[in-house]
């Protein structure tokens, strides 16, 4: 199985909803990331968490990262029609340099 | 996708063609990355080059040949290339930092399909 996999594979929401997506991982990470594509485009940064923190806060965003569990979750708060996405976790592993390994993703549709 | 050019956007070519993809970013990134995303699959890591030098060559098949002329710019070279070979090639840059794996910015990618 993959080193980073996202939970549920899709997903789908009314607006003003909140959507929850989740990953694992399996090996010691320096960093974990989550990034958006819309479709067929490219991926968009959206937020990352080091090893040693717990929870990060970026607008609608917040990010929990428990090491314990190798796992971490992807909250977006008061979701919107333009948050349908396609959305992905990637791990920058222990002594993996710059290489970043990116699960399969969350399909996100948020209905009006 | 800012700071990060990909062309051509969409690429057809029969499999017995020689094309090219290239890679321009703004950003004064020193590392830069080439990735396929098929349907259904992960996204792949291809090749890394890391202050020009290529760092990771993940069993990419010989018909993909990639070339880093400077930091600015990434090529990937096709040539002989398979129907399978058909999916979204994106490029990414990032501040290459040997401990940590910071963030990348991807370009918005070149759709190609192979007949």
């Known amino acids: 199985s993959q080193q980073g996999e996202e939970d549920p594979q899709a997903l789908s929401i009314q607006e003003g909803e909140n959507a929850t997506m989740n990953c694992s991982y399996k090996t010691s990470i320096n960093n974990l990331q989550w990034y958006r594509q819309n479709s067929g485009r490219g991926l968009v940064h959206l937020i990352l968490i080091r090893s040693n923190e717990r929870e990060k806060h970026s607008g609608r965003l917040r990010v929990t990262l428990d090491t314990s569990k190798k796992s971490s979750s992807l909250l977006i708060t008061a979701s919107r029609a333009a948050d349908t996405a396609s959305y992905f976790c990637?791990?920058?592993?222990?002594?993996?340099?710059?290489?970043?390994?990116f699960g399969t993703g969350t399909q996100l549709k948020v209905e009006l | 996708e800012t700071g990060v050019t990909q062309t051509p956007r969409h690429l057809v070519m029969g499999m017995t063609n020689k094309k090219s993809l290239k890679c321009e970013q703004h950003?004064?990134?020193?590392?830069m990355y080439w990735y396929k995303q098929s349907a259904k699959k992960p996204l792949e890591l291809m090749f890394v080059?890391?202050?020009?030098?290529?760092?990771e060559n993940n069993s990419v098949p010989s018909r993909f040949s990639p070339e880093c002329p400077n930091s600015s710019h990434l090529f990937l070279h096709l040539h002989t290339l398979q129907p399978e070979d058909s999916a979204l090639y994106l490029c990414?840059?990032?501040?290459?930092?040997?401990?940590?794996?910071?963030?990348?910015?991807f370009g918005p990618g070149t759709r190609l399909t192979v007949l």
């Open positions: 950003l004064g990134h020193n590392a």
């Open positions: 990637a791990t920058a592993l222990t002594g993996g340099g710059n290489k970043l390994t």
């Open positions: 990414a840059s990032s501040q290459a930092d040997r401990l940590k794996g910071g963030e990348q910015f």
């Open positions: 080059y890391s202050l020009e030098e290529r760092v």
